[in-house]
T-cell receptor
Framework: DAEITQSPRHKITETGRQVTLACHQT?????MFWYRQDLGHGLRLIHY???????NKGEVSDGYSVSRSNTEDLPLTLESAASSQTSVYFC?????????????FGPGTRLTVL | GQNIDQPTEMTATEGAIVQINCTYQ??????LFWYQQHAGEAPTFLSY????GLEEKGRFSSFLSRSKGYSYLLLKELQMKDSASYLC??????????FGAGTTVTVRA
């Protein structure tokens, strides 16, 4: 079955380290998104991509980067992890048209920065 | 910026009906979504409204009034498994989703 997966599911790291969270989807969806979820804030958009080689900044992009080299993957990199980046990270994808298609979410990665 | 408001918590009894309201102010509008999220899990898609009116899907219904910037999600015949957080999300003029903070619904026996 087609799906969207994230790895690792849990990660503990130290301040200043570089961390990469993986997101992989087998739906052949054109659009992919990264969100973070914190208590009291709901889901906030970090970065998104509307196709291979396309990346865009979201609402809370500082300290994060993404690259899209193929359809299936959108890895999220924290260049120098900070305690403020402790959060649950969700990847999502939608089929083709960002104006009409529904986003479907991966299982999430819980990241703790000590 | 975008502003999406929904109540923080609601409690209801098994078999009852609960209505979760969502009000929004966004730059542009291209649809409103409701997602369900159980603790420790991913949000899962429940419903989508882009035109005014009621969309019914089994025990769940969602209503939209674009002129009032208002939506509600109606959960009927509540079951224990409906205890979850319900997220209201608006797709804005740039086609990005903005989420409310979520409403935690607790169903009591």
């Amino acid at each position: 079955d087609a799906e969207i997966t994230q790895s690792p599911r849990h990660k503990i790291t130290e301040t200043g380290r570089q961390v990469t969270l993986a997101c992989h989807q087998t739906w052949n969806h054109n659009n992919m998104f990264w969100y973070r979820q914190d208590l009291g804030h709901g889901l906030r958009l970090i970065h998104y991509s509307y196709g291979v080689q396309d990346t865009n900044k979201g609402e809370v992009s500082d300290g994060y980067s993404v690259s899209r080299s193929n359809t299936e993957d959108l890895p999220l990199t924290l260049e120098s992890a900070a305690s403020s980046q402790t959060s649950v990270y969700f990847c999502a994808s939608s089929e083709r048209d960002p104006s009409t298609d529904t986003q479907y979410f991966g299982p999430g990665t819980r990241l703790t920065v000590l | 910026g975008q502003n999406i408001d929904q109540p923080t918590e609601m409690t209801a009894t098994e078999g009852a009906i609960v209505q979760i309201n969502c009000t929004y102010q966004t730059s542009g509008f291209n649809g409103l979504f409701w997602y369900q999220q159980h603790a420790g899990e991913a949000p899962t898609f429940l419903s989508y409204n882009v035109l005014d009116g009621l969309e019914e899907k089994g025990r769940f219904s969602s209503f939209l009034s674009r002129s009032k910037g208002y939506s509600y999600l109606l959960l009927k015949e509540l079951q224990m498994k409906d205890s979850a957080s319900y997220l209201c999300a608006v797709r804005d003029g740039d086609y990005k989703l903005s989420f409310g903070a979520g409403t935690t619904v607790t169903v009591r026996a």
